[in-house]
């Protein structure tokens, strides 16, 4: 008798188990991102990242004064920086793919209803670039009617030599 009395209860725990499960599936479950919350970052943290962009765009400034660096975008390119500079220009005009920051920011658009019709409307770019920016039926940004891809993996290992190669060099002045 004792064993069939262990053997009920197990029976009745699984049973238990299997329909909690199942109600679990069935209830779809809230998720809510969690916000950034600039607020908390200290005075000394903010102070040294005013510094390192200062010093930054300082840098950025350099590579477009010398020839080594063209932007895109209105604000620094962080990546184009790290690298030692990149002609965005010259790269949407040839269509040979772009670096992961002006990317990602061509699919930073935000989307404005004017006049009845929706547009899309790239923030970040200037006049020049944006005017030949569109979107084709699968959602793709393009450049002067070619898509707009990210650099190949053989261009993205160049320009990560070429930024370890800037970090060694810099560390021995």
């Known amino acids: ?43 000394d943290v903010l102070t040294a990242y005013s ?9 950025n400034d350099t590579f477009i004064a010398t020839g080594l ?31 992961p920051e002006t990317f990602a ?14 547009e899309r409307v790239f923030q970040q770019f200037g006049v020049d670039v944006s005017q030949h920016l569109d979107r084709d039926e699968h959602g793709r940004i393009r450049y002067k009617k070619k898509v707009v891809q990210l650099y190949s993996t053989e261009r993205l290992n160049q320009l990560f030599k070429r930024r370890e190669e800037l970090r060694i060099l810099s560390s021995n002045k």
């Open 69 to 99: 660096s063209t932007s895109a975008m209105s604000d620094i390119n962080y990546f184009s920086v790290s690298v030692g500079g990149i002609d965005v220009h010259r790269d949407l005009e040839e269509g040979r793919g772009v670096d």
């Open 1 to 43: 008798m004792r064993r069939y009395a262990v053997v009920l209860s197990g029976l009745v725990l699984f049973a238990a188990g299997f329909v909690c499960g199942h109600l679990n599936t069935a209830v779809p479950s809230m998720l809510n991102a969690q916000q950034d919350n600039a607020a908390e970052l200290s005075h």
């Open 105 to 118: 920011a061509l699919y930073a658009f935000e989307d404005q209803v004017a006049n009845g019709r929706k």
């Open 51 to 59: 510094k390192a962009r200062k010093a930054v765009a300082d840098l």
